[in-house]
């Protein structure tokens, strides 16, 4: 028993390392295709200083500061406990998530059975799910399962719905918003069943959030999302600086990847002067509300953090967790979605000017320094 344990740790070490190895070289292409952002950033010897004393105190060696100048050319702010995107996928990640747990907690179809005994959070309630083939329906707290004529049917008359993959999605790719009438989608004129086939497997179709007046007004056609990153440390519950994800140009979703705006927001909920696309481009006023984001309130951040504290408290095993919260328009706090494997520190920096751990950098350079 033993030796077969050694022999499963040894080859689950392997598929981690050559998992991490894809992720570094993904991380260098990125960084390099935003070259000339980072290369605007000229630091000082003191500067320098400062951030190389810092790895070698607690990384055990110096480091690239390339990711610190890449932070530091959107706010103009330099700190230097900036935590560098590819130390987190490829060395820290892997560490507070590990692979063989996250990989179960990340299929988004859990997260109302996970999350729903948090008192005051409110979930989009699921109309249909797919979990690996298998069809299933929500009734009251239970969910029972449906065939794929039945699924079809629950949806063929609705208001909007929004359907997407439940496994394996970043930037927002698959989602769709839809309004069936007769079986027929409004906006595609597909079929449900054309529609349903299309995603095959694992997807979930959910009521359709609509924003509160103060994030609608920001941007109205998509559904704005406040980014709240916590980690759990030595016991103790901390979160990254916040930053409010809004949709741009005729987009139905507000992820970045997807051409969306982020911004950094206060714990009190108020936006910082300036609003970022992920090449750079700055804005002081949304490019289509012509709103100013400087001092612009968002009501509930404060709770929206209880919620992800709480949310955290359900699911220990892993030690980090990106969340995607927004506000509805009666001003409750909706937990949309939970990212646990290939989340990024990078905007939460971007946007705020702001290290991802502050005073807890050094803790986390020794993590991976072991």
Not at 226 to 241: A, E, M
Request: hydrophobic share 35%.
């Amino acid at each position: 028993m033993g030796i077969l344990k050694k022999q499963r740790d040894l080859l689950n070490y392997f598929i981690d390392k050559s998992f991490c190895t894809g992720l570094k070289v993904g991380e260098y292409k990125y960084i390099w295709r935003y070259k000339k952002l980072w290369e605007k950033v000229n630091l000082s010897k003191k500067q320098i200083n400062l951030i190389q004393r810092n790895f070698r105190k607690y990384y055990g060696k110096s480091y690239s500061t390339i990711w610190h100048r890449f932070y530091q050319s959107y706010t103009g702010k330099f700190d230097k406990d900036y935590f560098p995107e590819i130390l987190f996928s490829t060395k820290l990640e892997p560490i507070l998530n590990p692979r063989s747990i996250s990989l179960a907690l990340e299929d988004k179809n859990l997260l109302e059975p996970l999350y729903k005994s948090v008192k005051g959070l409110r979930i989009p309630k699921t109309l249909i799910g797919n979990s690996c083939g298998t069809f299933y329906t929500t009734l009251g707290n239970r969910r029972k399962p449906i065939n794929p004529k039945e699924a079809c049917n629950l949806i063929s008359n609705t208001d909007y719905v929004v359907i997407k993959p439940t496994i394996g999605t970043h930037s927002g790719s698959g989602i769709r918003i839809c309004k069936f009438v007769n079986g027929i989608d409004k906006f595609t004129k597909k079929s449900c069943k054309d529609i349903l086939e299309w995603y095959k497997v694992n997807f979930i179709v959910q009521e359709h959030i609509i924003n509160c007046k103060e994030l609608k007004a920001l941007y109205g056609e998509s559904l704005n999302t406040i980014r709240v990153i916590t980690y759990i440390l030595d016991n103790n519950l901390y979160y990254l600086p916040l930053a409010l994800r809004l949709g741009c140009n005729g987009n139905k979703v507000d992820n970045i990847g997807a051409g969306g705006l982020f911004i950094g927001i206060s714990p009190d909920g108020y936006l910082k002067p300036y609003a970022f696309t992920e090449i750079g481009t700055k804005y002081s006023h949304h490019p289509n509300s012509k709103v100013a984001f400087r001092d612009y309130f968002i009501p509930g951040i404060p709770k929206v953090l209880e919620m992800a504290y709480f949310c955290h408290l359900n699911t220990p095993q892993v030690k980090m967790v990106s969340w995607d919260f927004t506000i509805d328009e009666d001003l409750n706090v909706v937990l949309i979605e939970t990212n646990i494997l290939g989340q990024s520190l990078g905007f939460p920096q971007m946007a705020n000017g702001e290290s991802a751990f502050g005073v807890n950098t050094g803790r986390m350079l020794k993590l991976i320094g072991k």
